[in-house]
């Protein structure tokens, strides 16, 4: 029997004061049952085959199983085993919300002989596990090398990456630049040569501006994972020593220690990946789970909570200290085995797919009575009231029209797509959601973690049966140095799920919905609250409060019965107790079993998946074949809106490898298989089902199916699925499931109740362009709320210059600086629902810089030029640089004094241009001329005249001239006398006169701009020397004799001729 009242407890207290909120959860209907992610179909072992013999018909085994008093399990085919034969009759069960589920499927060989024993494909390699990353967008990522151990020849793929990164598949290296901000969930796939392949996946957190402040909650000891164990297939040694465990068999354990992988919203609506598949495979698991047998007597773990402050937290009450001491001393040595237990876990499933659905109930129902199918009866199937929300383990009332108006209208606000969340949009966006920075903090506020102290914390005893809802609680002190805005976040353990009112709705702390101090909004991303304060913090400084949180288990997590160390962190305080969490089922020993899982609306429908486990105890079975329809029954109801639809629904089918790494509850994390769907004909038919011949099979299946809902997943409205099994030597049989959506309920809320659940609904803002320093045309924000008061603005990352006046709701201003501004308004009512609108302020400075005009100059080369000082200045305010080119060598540009100086060293003309630029790249070009001329003479040295004797060297003459230019001279000289000569390359005047004279000697020296200079000198040519005459000698004649002649011989050392006078000549004798 189903516990008839079941109700959970929501508690605030402010000082003495204390609320207490409790719902009834009544399961007393046949075929529906209820409970939060309790999606799977529980198909327990039965033992009705009525033969051995592989030519007749074996039974499919299903079952139905009576849940824990807080949850609800779906029958399925084992659990009948024990139950009477009337009992195993057709059940159908309904859940609430169903739970996120990772997409897996799995084929069987169509073609394989179901009778003779499928070859054991290879397995034995690891994917060596990445470490998850934060980087701002626009810096480079860290090269990601992926690295595969066990196999050489394995081919990867890579799923998942943001804009701007790429991977390699040469190098096997991811790198690259993100560009868009956002949480991103990698999935690396790695498939060896005998087609076995295996998933890793790792995140990488893109942030537009600081370092995410929240992080994953260290656990001690047994709680601690590591990334290797999130992606590689259990070790034999893994699975050995899982076998030892108590509650599990040897395969059992060795399925269970493997982890489920992640998956992302993303991965819900495309074709199934495999570490989806693996990952709706683990949901079925938690949600059978969650619907165990309340019948089971529960097992009490007493706490064992210990606190683990950070460094920063050393001011940690003593008082608080002694409490947590105590709790935690009480179990030290049961802590200590069960760490030994704990199956392995890792970052990346918490942040993946936290389940923000609600909890899926799934039966088993044979398609004929008396085919030899056995199921087994719920004993309130049929009596749930489709609006009680199962994550809650609550009852609601039957909707009235005002809160049909009130969801219909949240579920129009919730079509803004949470792609928004992650980058500021050019485009106004509105998203009902907490509005935060790019590392998912709030907006406006600080982080004051390190502030928050906490004590009393408890953990709900006793055993933890999947299905039901447990309780956390605890007090926190606040502090006196909060204000508006400032933010402190508690992460939830990671095996635990909070409720869907809780995360969709969040968590008021108040004494009354008109004194709200704080609300808290769930991460998906790392299963945490981020509690915001609001303006009457003033009114709680240093007081204290409790908070009580309700969740469900995490299949996903908690893959197995076993003993889980649950890591609570309060601010930078961590506390953990060890709590066993049981399950009911197993899927490994069914014949069908399905589990689903609905994800976040995206516009106007929901994606959701379903992983079905087929031949789960891996018998023979001939020419099976597999139907799946989106509905229960002969036909599809108005209020049903799951489909198949060819274009949007994706079909992955993988063939389990080795049934050892199967998990207990069905999940398919790191379970070993190979996608076959290539080798299988997937049929959509006219009637919206899809039909899969898997042919002869002896192996384990399992067959993923991604889709889309055909309109939004409200209450009053459901997802149903059946899979139908047959094959010639069994009697065919089927699963079904069945999910509804609760109305979120006042009670789901811990804290203060409020009925208005509605954010206000602002007119889109248009972005807008505008040149720097000149006004942006106002923008008027109109927020209006459905409870007809005024709305309060925030606004933040307007441009300087910009304001924001809250009497007027009007944005104006003269933005004085050029960039894109994202600007974000946060709209919010008087209870807290806020809507974030986002839009961009383009400052643009489009008008070059003005520059003083420059006046030409003209100066003597060698000499300084006047200085020339650079006036620039921009629109925009900000300092203009300026590049100058074409100066004469010698001058130079100063840019700390923007000024122009220095002595040309080259005569010429230089035509000077200077480029001022803002800093918006604007340009403005300037020119000017220098002249550098050279207009002076040369210098020359004086010569001196000289005498010299004709035929006799003068003395040398070396001209020296010298130009103001620095240039060479050049000298032309004449007027020399015959014999001296000048030299150009030495510049010297020398030789020998041969003719006496005065010679006046003009030296014109000439420098390179023509400019001459003359000198002149006299060279005086003498001849002082006698000339040389040969002797004559005397001589005696006779009279009248001729005498003998004599001829006269003389020189001058001129070499000019000689005249001889001859005097005293006898008479006859003549010259």
Known sequence: MFKNNRYSIRKFSVGTGSVIIGAMLYLSTPNIVNAEESNALKEESQSTETTTNTDSNKNIETSNETEVPNSVEIPTEESTENLPTEEKTNDSTETAEDSTTEENTSDSNASGDNTTAEPKEQSDFTIEQIDNQTVNSEDAINPIRINVEGSENNTNEVRGLPDGLTYDSNTDTISGTPNTPGNYMITVTSKNDSGVQKESTFTINVEEAEKPSTEEPQTNDDSKSTEEDTTEVPTSDEQKSDGNSKSEDPKEDKSDTTEEPKSTEEDTTEEPKTDDKKSSEDSKEADADQLKNPSEEQKSDKDSIKEQPKADDKNSSKEDAKTDENSTNEDSNENKKDTTEKPKSTEEDTIEEPSTEEPLNNNNQSDNVGNGLSTGDSENDNKIDPNVDATDLKTTKPLTDKEKEDIDQKSKNKSKTDKNLKALSASSSKVEKEATKADGSPLGGDDVNSKIKSSNVKFQEGTWNKGAAFEIGFD?????????????????????????????????LGNDANSIYAKGTYNRADNSFTFKFTDNIEKYKNTSAHVDFLGLINFKEATKTDNYNLNLKIGDSEYNATRKIEYSTDARNLDLYQDSSVQEKVDDHNPYNTTYTVNGKARTLNNAKVKITPYNGNKKNPDVISQFNKDITKVQILKVTDRNTLNQSGSAKNVDYVDVSSS???????????????????????IVVNSETSKPFVPETFIEGTIQLSASNIASGSSQSKIGKSKPSSNNSSGVIVDDTTPPVVDKVDNQTTEVNSAIDPIVINANDNSGEKVRNDVFGLPDGVRYNSETNTISG?????????????????????????????????????????????????????????????????PVTHNVTGLPDGVTYNE???TISGTPTMVGSYDVTVISTDESGNTTETTFTITVEDTLPPTVDPIEDQTTEVNTPITSIELNGQDNSGKPVTHEVSGLPEGVTYDPETNTISGTPTTVGSYDVTVVTTDESGNKTETT??????????????????????????????????????DQPVTHEVSGLPEGVTY
């Open 814 to 878: 003269t933005p004085t600086k050029a960039g894109t501004y994202e600007v974000t308004v946060i709209s919010s009512d008087k209870v807290y629902n806020e809507t974030e609108t986002t839009f961009t302020i383009t400052v643009e400075d489009t008008i070059a810089p003005t520059v003083d005009p420059i006046e030409n100059q003209t100066t003597e080369v060698n000499t300084p030029i006047t200085d020339v000082t650079l006036n620039g200045k921009d629109n925009s305010g900000d």
């Open 896 to 898: 700390e004094t923007n």
């Open 1017 to 1054: 000198f006299t060279i005086t040519v003498e001849d002082t020397t006698a000339p040389v005459v040969d002797p004559v000698e005397d001589q005696t004649t006779e009279v009248n004799t001729p005498i003998k002649d004599v001829t006269l011989n003389g020189k001058d050392n001129s």
């Open 680 to 702: 299988h004909n997937i049929i959509f038919n006219s009637d919206g089902t899809i039909s899969i011949d898997l042919g002869n099979m002896n192996s384990t299946y399992l």
């Open 476 to 508: 926190i002190s606040i502090p006196n140095d909060v204000k508006r805005n400032d933010y402190f976040t508690v992460h939830i353990p990671k095996e635990i799920n909070p409720t869907s009112a809780d995360r969709d709705n969040g968590i008021l």
